[in-house]
T-cell receptor, first 116, second 108 residues
């Protein structure tokens, strides 16, 4: 099992450029998440998905879009990158317990994005 | 508004010097509290889940406890390999909210 993988590992963009980050998991997890991590601020939820074909906004969704066309993949898009989006992006997945109670999340290795 | 605050921000210990990390939370209807470990340049790795006040869990030199307002991660006789950032997260409602973490440095 590869667990959760993220592509690419590093990326440098210029302001206004677009890109897509890919997350893939091979654990048949229902829930998938995108977080950003900035120094001193911990992990902040951008968007999440509770199943194939569904997405929802998290804490900091502005400037990002997501899609979950297949259960194992969760894509994060930046339509017009801004310097404020410089961060480390983590994808995670989980298989929740009954009643929607969260279970342990499995995280990918992260993507370090710099926007100049 | 749901909040998670971790203290201290950083903690420096000598090998064998036991201590505790704190996670204070405000959430409407706690559904679960989670502890993760994060090594530099890597994603967080799950340690524990606690669901109700009074619950305790242990793993090697780590012990997590939970009250109605806070959780503690106790580290007994730490070793240099315990050096990492420890993250606390709480689930109230559907979303899980993470604290900023405590960076632990253990010197040999």
């Amino acid at each position: 099992n590869a667990g959760v993988t993220q592509t690419p590992k590093f990326r440098v963009l210029k302001t206004g450029q677009s890109m897509t980050l890919l997350c893939a998991q091979d654990m048949n997890h229902e829930y998938m998440y995108w977080y950003r991590q900035d120094p001193g601020m911990g992990l902040r939820l951008i968007h999440y998905s509770v199943g194939e074909g569904t997405t929802a906004k998290g804490e900091v969704p502005d400037g990002y879009n997501v899609s979950r066309l297949k259960k194992q993949n969760f894509l994060l898009g930046l339509e017009s990158a801004a310097p404020s989006q410089t961060s480390v992006y983590f994808c995670a997945s989980s298989f929740p317990l009954a009643g929607g109670i969260d279970n342990e999340q499995f995280f990918g290795p992260g993507t370090r994005l710099t926007v100049l | 508004e749901d909040q998670v605050t971790q203290s201290p921000e950083a903690l420096r210990l000598q090998e064998g010097e036991s201590s505790s990390l704190n996670c204070s939370y405000t959430v409407s209807g706690l559904r679960g509290l989670f502890w993760y470990r994060q090594d530099p340049g890597k994603g967080p790795e799950f340690l524990f889940t606690l669901y109700s006040a009074g619950e305790e869990k242990e793993k090697e030199r780590l012990k997590a406890t939970l009250t109605k307002k806070e959780s503690f991660l106790h580290i007994t006789a730490p070793k240099p390999e315990d050096s990492a950032t420890y993250l606390c997260a709480v689930q109230g409602g559907f979303k899980t909210i993470f604290g900023a973490g405590t960076r632990l440095f253990v010197k040999a």
